[in-house]
């Protein structure tokens, strides 16, 4: 039987979740990369919005990267569309609010054949 009360939502129990658990933070914040690595950007935005409530919410988060509220709170949001440069600094700021550090590491996808470069094409020394 579950403790939450009555008509909290889904996103209100992760959020509190992610504010009891840096791990459970941690692993938001890994999910939203992949996913905007795989070109789910919806996904990634919900994700970091979730970390960002339940975390230093959105008035701490625009003094650290010095963008508006209320900038902050569009970029997320359902029909938002954050710039790069935007999302790595909220990313930054997560990771040092939360005491992760992200890393990324290349895999080889399975079912691909690796591609090998053509002889006389290696990149000249600058």
């Known amino acids: 039987m579950s403790n939450a009360p009555v008509g909290r939502s889904f996103d209100e129990m992760v959020q509190a979740r992610v504010g009891r658990e840096t791990a459970f933070a941690e692993a938001l914040l890994q999910m939203a990369v992949q996913e905007m690595l795989a070109g789910d950007l919806d996904v990634a935005r919900s994700l970091i919005r979730d970390v960002i409530k339940g975390s230093i919410g959105y008035?701490?988060?625009?003094?650290?990267?010095?963008t508006p509220?209320?900038?902050l709170?569009?970029?997320f949001?359902?029909?938002g569309n954050p710039t790069a440069a935007n999302i790595f600094s909220v990313l930054a700021q997560l990771q040092?609010?939360?005491g992760v550090s992200l890393q990324v590491k290349s895999v080889r996808a399975q079912g691909m054949p690796s591609v090998k470069p053509k002889a006389g094409s290696a990149r000249r020394a600058a």
């Not at 008035?59 to 010095?66: D, F, H, N, V, Y």
């Open 59 to 66: 008035a701490e988060l625009s003094q650290r990267t010095g």
């Open 69 to 71: 509220e209320k900038s």
């Open 73 to 75: 709170v569009r970029m």
């Open 77 to 79: 949001g359902p029909s």
């Open 96 to 98: 040092r609010a939360n």
